[in-house]
């Protein structure tokens, strides 16, 4: 079984240009999640997908960063414009329809110079 | 609201020794769940171990255990037999909606000499 991968594994850019991470979770799995590691912070929690609905986006930062996740299968977290707070790591992780414990991707490394 | 809380940024230990990262965790509510992650070099996050708060005995899962004490809001991680491969990041994670919204802490980073 194919774990969550997540693409870029790194993605460098400049302040104020766009920047589309992807995830796709693992085949099955309902649920799936983004979140977010600031350099020397905790990870936080960004937002939450039931198939195709947002089930909670309480962590979303602010309206620079919107996420799809069109079909219930793969999902796509863009930031634009990118700021240099947005600089970190970003974790997907997704989970089974009846819940269970949550299968993480290695995450993309965010830098915005 | 939920905070976590690992006070050792960095821990060593020799190969084989037990070793025990902290965890320390803050909530109000009385149904929650704990968790610990390991983030290896490669970056991905492992799961190894999960201690619920109605759960009556300490959880273990093959060199890990979950030193549970609920009166003083503690879930410590203790691994038996360390072995070079347990080198990477420990994060500590609560939650209290199950499996999911997880709130972690800032990471343990361990490394397991020869």
């Known amino acids: 079984e194919a774990g969550v991968t997540q693409f870029p594994s790194h993605s460098v850019i400049e302040k104020g240009q766009t920047v589309t991470l992807r995830c796709d979770p693992i085949?099955?799995?309902?649920?799936l999640y983004w979140y977010r590691r600031v350099m020397g912070k905790e990870i936080k929690f960004l937002l939450h997908?039931?198939?195709?609905?947002?089930?909670?986006e309480s962590g979303m930062p602010n309206n620079r960063f919107l996420a799809e996740r069109t079909g219930g299968t793969y999902s796509t977290l863009k930031v634009q414009p990118a700021e240099l707070e947005d600089s970190g790591v970003y974790f997907c992780?997704?989970?089974?329809?009846?819940?269970?414990?949550?299968?993480f991707g290695s995450g993309t490394q965010l830098s915005v110079l | 609201a939920q905070k976590i809380t690992q006070t050792q940024p960095g821990m060593f230990v020799q190969e084989k020794e037990a070793v025990t990262l902290d965890c320390t965790y803050d909530t109000s509510d009385p149904s929650y769940g704990l968790f610990w992650y390991k983030q290896p070099s490669s970056g991905e996050m492992i799961f190894l171990i999960y201690q619920g708060s109605y759960d009556q005995q300490n959880a273990t899962e093959g060199r890990y255990s979950l030193n549970f004490q609920k009166a003083r809001k503690s879930a410590n991680l203790v691994i038996s037999a360390s072995q070079l491969g347990d080198s990477a990041m420990y994060f500590c994670a609560m939650s209290h909606t199950g499996f999911q919204k997880l709130v972690f802490g800032t990471g343990t980073r361990l490394l397991v000499s020869p």
């Open positions: 085949s099955g799995h309902d649920n």
């Open positions: 992780a997704s989970s089974r329809p009846e819940k269970g414990k949550l299968f």
């Open positions: 997908f039931v198939k195709e609905s947002k089930q909670d």
